[in-house]
């Protein structure tokens, strides 16, 4: 399974443009890399999904470099209701049960 | 459509007690998937199941754990002779889709946090 590597924290200022880079040096041919968003008890949110390139969609952007070894979230203009924890996973198509949740990321908004 | 469903969404138990966590998947969903989130720590995958059958328990502990998941109703995640170590925040997700018929996405429930006394 590819392991992946987030920075523990970052913090924002609204209106800023967020990006978070993970690491996932040993990726495999069939895995995907999805983004995932948790807020203090709740359970966590699919924010997007790619496999290569860029995906965006209404909610962040996804970077992936050609080699595919790091991925990076994009949240443009955040806000502090964007305050949550961000995870980065990475795994086949299908394999709800082979994806592992890392500390993933703390993001912090503030005024 | 509304989405997963877990209750109760907070449960107390004694050291030795049964504990019961319920989960509805969304609509037309038929895929089951259970994690556990220790403070301060990632989800961590226990159990996968579909209509009646486990796929996947590599992630449940070989004892006093138990999933289920029957034709009728929710799925259950059981513990038995709950220890304080047991006291965490249970996940469930579904999905729709089987592996290796499309781009997965998880939708998760708000949980169950579990204390155990």
């Known amino acids: 399974l590819a392991k992946t590597t987030q920075p523990i924290s970052m913090d924002s200022y609204e209106g800023q443009e967020v990006n978070i880079t993970c690491s996932h040096n040993?990726?495999?041919?069939?895995?995907?890399i999805t983004w995932y968003q948790q807020f203090p008890s709740q359970g966590p949110r699919f924010i997007i999904q790619?496999?290569?390139t860029k995906v965006t969609n209404e909610v962040a952007s996804l970077f992936i470099p050609a080699d595919r070894k790091s991925s990076t979230l994009s949240l443009p203009r955040v806000s502090l209701s964007d305050t949550a924890v961000y995870y980065c996973?990475?795994?086949?198509?299908?394999?709800?049960?082979?994806?592992?949740f890392g500390t993933g990321t703390q993001l912090k908004v503030e005024l | 459509n509304a989405g997963v469903m877990q209750n109760p969404r907070h449960l107390v138990r004694r050291r030795g007690q049964e504990a019961r966590l319920r989960c509805s998947p969304m609509?037309?969903?038929?895929?089951v998937y259970w994690y556990r989130q220790l403070p301060e720590e990632g989800l961590k995958f226990m159990v996968y199941l579909q209509k009646e059958n486990i796929i996947d328990e590599s992630g449940m502990p070989k004892e006093r754990f138990s999933a289920e998941f029957p034709k009728e109703g929710p799925s259950i995640l059981r513990i038995q002779q709950v220890v304080r170590g047991d006291s965490a925040a249970y996940f469930c997700?579904?999905?729709?889709?089987?592996?290796?018929?499309?781009?997965?996405?998880?939708?998760f429930g708000s949980g169950t946090q579990l204390s155990v006394l």
């Open positions: 996973l990475v795994g086949e198509l299908g394999g709800g049960n082979k994806l592992t």
């Open positions: 790619g496999y290569k």
């Open positions: 997700a579904s999905s729709p889709l089987q592996p290796g018929q499309g781009h997965e996405k998880l939708f």
């Open positions: 040993n990726i495999a041919t069939n895995d995907y």
């Open positions: 609509k037309g969903h038929s895929h």
